[in-house]
């Protein structure tokens, strides 16, 4: 059975940072490029970072280049995002994904 | 930035079919994907490469491209199908991935 499970999300002030990790069973993970996208409360998804299977290329969204960091580790079967410099308009729930199945998420709250 | 455009909503009759279309200009070279979102649960994947079904979705969903748009059709809608639908594609140059705003399906 595939399974994704996010965590490391909180509650974190302006300016601060984060990082999510994405565990990964079920499938041959170096063999997929994987994806964080978000959810902020009652919106829609949006996109946020990708990475090939080798960590060869990667890819973001302009509202997180410079602040972001996709990575992993095909060693650990694990997807990092490295979240630095938070905003406000960064809470949400962030989900990892290969696209054809999903995690459950993890809440990120940046408030002060 | 590229954008996706659907409508934010549509309603339709148990027993109906729904067709939800989303519009794109890189979308004649993209392949489209469509996702099923109930409240509180993450997405579930229905379409893959503009018309591939996964086997665990049922076969009253279906996806169909056309040019600058993608459909998402739904026949025999059931009050099960409530939901939000996303549709997700790329840029041109496959370096954005981008997401429909959604479309809130409602059974009446």
């Known amino acids: 059975e595939v399974q994704l499970l996010e965590s490391g999300g909180g509650l974190v002030q302006p300016g601060g940072s984060l990082r999510l990790s994405c565990a990964v069973s079920?499938?041959?993970?170096?063999?997929?490029?994987m994806t964080w996208v978000r959810q902020a409360p009652g919106k829609g998804l949006e996109w946020v970072s990708s990475?090939?299977?080798?960590?060869?290329?990667?890819y973001y969204a302009d509202s997180v280049k410079g602040r972001f960091t996709i990575s992993r580790d095909n060693s650990k079967n694990t997807l990092y995002l490295q979240m630095n410099s938070l905003r406000v308009e960064d809470t949400a729930v962030y989900y990892c994904?290969?696209?054809?199945?999903w995690g459950r998420g993890t809440l990120v709250t940046v408030s002060s | 930035s590229y954008e996706l455009t659907q409508p934010p909503s549509v309603s339709v009759s148990p027993g109906q079919t729904a067709r939800i279309i989303c519009s794109g200009d890189?979308?004649?070279?993209?392949?489209a994907y469509w996702y099923q979102q109930k409240p509180g649960q993450a997405p579930v994947l229905l379409i893959y490469k503009d018309s591939q079904r996964p086997s665990r979705i049922p076969e009253r969903f279906s996806g169909s491209s056309s040019g600058t748009t993608v459909t998402l059709t739904i026949s025999g809608v059931q009050a099960e199908d409530e939901a939000h639908y996303y549709c997700h594609s790329a840029d041109s140059s496959s370096t954005y991935e981008v997401f429909g705003g959604g479309t809130k399906l409602t059974v009446l």
């Open positions: 990475i090939g299977g080798s960590s060869n290329n990667t």
């Open positions: 890189a979308l004649p070279k993209q392949y």
């Open positions: 079920g499938f041959t993970f170096s063999r997929y490029a």
């Open positions: 994904t290969p696209f054809d199945v």
